[in-house]
C-alpha cells in the first residue's frame, strides 16, 4: 500500500504547494481553491488497510492545516477536502486485493453502500460554492455533512 503514501507525498503535499506558489495572490496569482479528495477512512481507524487510513488523515490534517486564517490572509487560497465514502470506481472492486486480510474486506465490501462519482464531482462544487476554509466534507451513501473538529 505505499502508492497511498505516494499519493499523499506528491499528489497533495506538492499539489498544495504548488497552488500556494502559482496562485498565490501575492506572488502575482489571484487566490482561488484547493480541494483534496480524502476518504472517510480519514476520521476512523480502518483496521483492515492502516496505511491507506493514516494517508487519508494526513489529507484531513493538511486541509485543516492549510486551510486556516494565517494562509488564506498571506494567499488569498482556501483549502478544504471532501471526503467520500466508498465509490463504485475500480478500487472499490480491487480494495480487497489490497488489505491485510481479503477475505473480511471482501465481505466488508460487501455490506457496504456506495456512491456514485458523480456524488463525489456534485459535494466538490458544493463546498466550492459554500465558499468555506479548511472544512471537511463528507459524503457517503447518508449525504453530506460537514465534520467539525
Not at 22 to 29: Q, T
Amino acid at each position: 500500500m505505499c502508492h497511498y503514501f505516494l499519493n499523499l507525498k506528491v499528489g497533495v503535499i506538492h499539489g498544495i504547494k504548488l497552488a500556494f506558489h502559482y496562485m498565490n495572490k501575492n506572488e502575482g496569482g489571484h487566490g482561488g481553491f484547493v480541494i483534496n479528495i480524502g476518504s472517510n477512512a480519514g476520521f476512523e481507524p480502518f483496521e483492515l488497510a492502516p496505511v491507506y487510513a493514516g494517508c487519508k488523515h494526513g489529507i484531513n490534517g493538511l486541509t485543516k492545516s492549510y486551510g486556516t486564517e494565517f494562509h488564506w490572509e498571506r494567499t488569498g487560497i482556501k483549502v478544504n477536502a471532501v471526503c467520500p465514502g466508498p465509490v463504485d470506481t475500480a478500487l472499490f472492486y480491487s480494495f480487497p486485493d489490497m488489505c491485510l486480510d481479503k477475505e473480511v474486506a471482501g465481505k466488508h465490501n460487501n455490506s457496504v453502500k456506495f456512491i456514485q462519482p458523480e456524488e463525489v464531482a456534485d459535494a466538490v462544487l458544493f463546498v466550492v460554492g459554500e465558499n468555506k476554509n479548511g472544512a471537511l466534507l463528507r459524503v457517503d451513501c447518508n449525504g453530506r455533512r460537514y465534520i467539525e473538529s
